[in-house]
């Protein structure tokens, strides 16, 4: 189970303004996954989780923003995290921008993670799942040009922190995974601790 961290945040007005969510799926704590590409350190003690990107199929506001996204969380979760930018042909988290957007995945919704195992879509699965092996980050066309680049970089990091088998915190909670905030960029310290949760040893 994650660990909640209380965090009495009033709400702010920002809560209200027009930005979309910036996810559409469910990743279920009572059926907590493990990004299968995640090996053990010696030294620094814990697993190092690895994600193999690959942005060619995104339109350029968000693909401009996927190095910077990477780099948030490789320099923010003390060492549990090592994404790099890889080739399609071989890449573990494929992004791309989708040309429509399935009404089932919610209009408001900027972008959705889709997550398998061995081929098999399990996003939203309510089956015990032990692994993620390959995950599809795309984004919605409706926001290739309209979001600042702090936003693209935002949802970035967040739609990885997915991968990675992060799920929503509750509302008000200082973490790139609370659904819909606009507040952090960077992986803060509720989200190091759930890192260390799945990805100790
Ligand atoms: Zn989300």
Redesign the pocket.
């Known amino acids: 189970m994650k660990r909640w961290i209380s965090v009495f945040i009033f709400v702010s007005l920002i809560a209200f303004i027009a930005i979309p969510?910036?996810?559409?799926?469910n990743?279920r704590p009572s059926n907590a996954f493990r990004w299968e590409y995640a090996a053990y350190n010696a030294t620094y003690g814990h697993k190092v989780i690895r994600l193999q990107a690959n942005g060619d199929n995104l339109v350029a506001n968000w693909n401009n923003q996927l190095t910077a996204a990477r780099a948030n969380w490789n320099m923010n979760s003390d060492n549990y995290v090592n994404a790099v930018n890889w080739d399609f042909s071989s890449s573990t988290v494929d992004l791309a921008t989708r040309t429509t957007w399935p009404v089932e995945w919610g209009t408001n919704n900027v972008a959705i993670?889709l997550l398998f195992n061995n081929g098999t879509d399990i996003t939203g699965s309510s089956a015990a799942m032990n692994t993620v092996d390959y995950a599809q980050i795309w984004t919605n066309p409706a926001y290739n040009t309209n979001l600042t680049n702090y936003m693209y970089r935002l949802i970035l990091v967040?739609?990885m922190?997915?991968v990675m088998g992060l799920?929503?915190p509750p509302e008000g909670t200082v973490s790139v995974?609370t659904?819909s905030q606009t507040s952090w960029e960077f992986p803060q310290a509720h989200d190091r601790t759930d890192l260390t949760w799945y990805y100790s040893n």
């Open positions: 969510s910036a996810n559409a799926h990743i993670t967040h739609e922190g997915h799920g929503h995974m659904q």
